[in-house]
Structure formats: structure tokens, C-alpha cells
């Protein structure tokens, strides 16, 4: 079975640029989540779907992040516009039967 | 929000020896998850618990579900050189999928 897939696998922008990545969850994963994991912490939620429905963006800054599954199926995370504090890897996990599995991740550096 | 205290933050042991941290959090959780992380990738997870009281083994991994649903820990027996990482204990409430994550344990094992 296939995990979770995101690219890229790494960016460098500078602040105030934009950047979006991507997820394609496990198959047949109904919910998708987002994550932001700053040096030495857990990850932190940023977003929960389930199928193509939002489910908590609680903790979202909705000023400069937006995230979307238009299908149901993978997922778009953007940033825009960057700042410095925006340096982190954003997971993607999928779940079934409440246990999470989680992508490799996006190192994202903001100069 | 919910923050879950993870204990201890590092810790640097001889090959062949065992080790131990633990979770815990002011408020109920009713499923705990433990996972590792490893430079460049994302938590892969070890072991899911799911009740009260719940022991269970993945190998010289063992976690428990402490009895008043706010605490869990995990041992590693005798530890290996490929045990290195930072494990993160995560939990889950109510209904809900979403995940509380702590900040993890780094794992530095010598041969």
C-alpha cells in the first residue's frame, strides 16, 4: 500500500513570495490533515478535512494560508504572503480508524 | 489549547540498555499514539492504544494507557543503534480524530 505523498520535498523562497504544496493521502483516507512542525516541537494542526469538506482550520492564520481538496482525493496547501516564522516541514497525514499516517513532509525555508 | 507534557526531552544511553519516557496531560484523552520521527521524514507510528489500561508490544517496544486516561508511556528493551529519533506521544479526545501532540523525546543511542 502506497503512503502518503507530498512534493516538494523541500523550498527556499524569500519573504513575501507565496508557495503551495501538495498532498495525495493513502487511498481511499477520507480525512486529510495539514500540519506545521517547527524546529524542535510536535507537529502542530493547521487544518482537517474530511472528504473535500473542511472540518477544523481552527488554528489556520487564514490571513496568509488557505488549503483546499477540491475532489476529495489530494490536497493543495498555500502560503501567501511568506513570512520568516513561516520556516517549518508542513506534514499531510491521512487517517483510518483514528490512527494518522503522515507524509515525509516539506521543508519549507523563508529567507 | 491542549498541550501534552512529554518527559524527558533528551536522552543518551549505551547500546543494549532500556529506556523509558511517558505523556502526560491535565485532561482525559481516549486514544494515545505514539510515534517516531527520524531526520528529513515524517512520524511513523509505533503503537496505538485505544483503552484504559491497554499494554501493548510491537517488538521491544511497549506502551501503556494509564488507568485515569491521562498519562501513557512507552519502553524500548534493549535499545539498538537504529533506535535513534524523536519519539512523540500524540492523543486524541472525545469524538474527535485530532491529534494533541507532545514535543517529543530525542533519542541518542551508543554504541
Known amino acids: 500500500e502506497a503512503g502518503v505523498a507530498q512534493s516538494p520535498r523541500y523550498k527556499i523562497i524569500e519573504k513575501r513570495q507565496s508557495v503551495a504544496f501538495w498532498c495525495n493521502p493513502i487511498s481511499g483516507h477520507a480525512t486529510l490533515y495539514w500540519y506545521q512542525q517547527i524546529l524542535g516541537q510536535g507537529p502542530k494542526l493547521l487544518i482537517q478535512f474530511q472528504n473535500n469538506g473542511v472540518v477544523d482550520d481552527s488554528q489556520l492564520p487564514k490571513d496568509r494560508f488557505s488549503a483546499e481538496r477540491l475532489k476529495g482525493v489530494d490536497s493543495t496547501l498555500k502560503i501567501q504572503p511568506a513570512k520568516l516564522e513561516d520556516s517549518a516541514v508542513y506534514l499531510c497525514?491521512?487517517?483510518?480508524?483514528?490512527?494518522?499516517?503522515f507524509g515525509p513532509g516539506t521543508r519549507l525555508t523563508v529567507l | 489549547g491542549q498541550q501534552l507534557n512529554q518527559s524527558p526531552q533528551s536522552m543518551f544511553i549505551q547500546e543494549g540498555e532500556d529506556v523509558s519516557m511517558n505523556c502526560t496531560s491535565s485532561?482525559?484523552?481516549?486514544?494515545w499514539l505514539w510515534y517516531k520521527q527520524e531526520p528529513g521524514e515524517g512520524p511513523v507510528l509505533l503503537i496505538a492504544?485505544?483503552?484504559?489500561?491497554e499494554l501493548t508490544s510491537n517488538g521491544r517496544l511497549t506502551a501503556q494507557f494509564g488507568i485515569t486516561r491521562k498519562d501513557s508511556f512507552l519502553n524500548i528493551s534493549a535499545s539498538i543503534p537504529s533506535d535513534v529519533g524523536i519519539y512523540f506521544c500524540a492523543g486524541s479526545q472525545g469524538g474527535s480524530e485530532k491529534l494533541v501532540f507532545g514535543k517529543g523525546t530525542k533519542l541518542t543511542v551508543n554504541p
Open positions: 492504544l485505544y483503552k484504559a489500561g
Open positions: 497525514a491521512s487517517s483510518s480508524k483514528r490512527v494518522q499516517f
Open positions: 485532561s482525559i484523552f481516549n486514544t
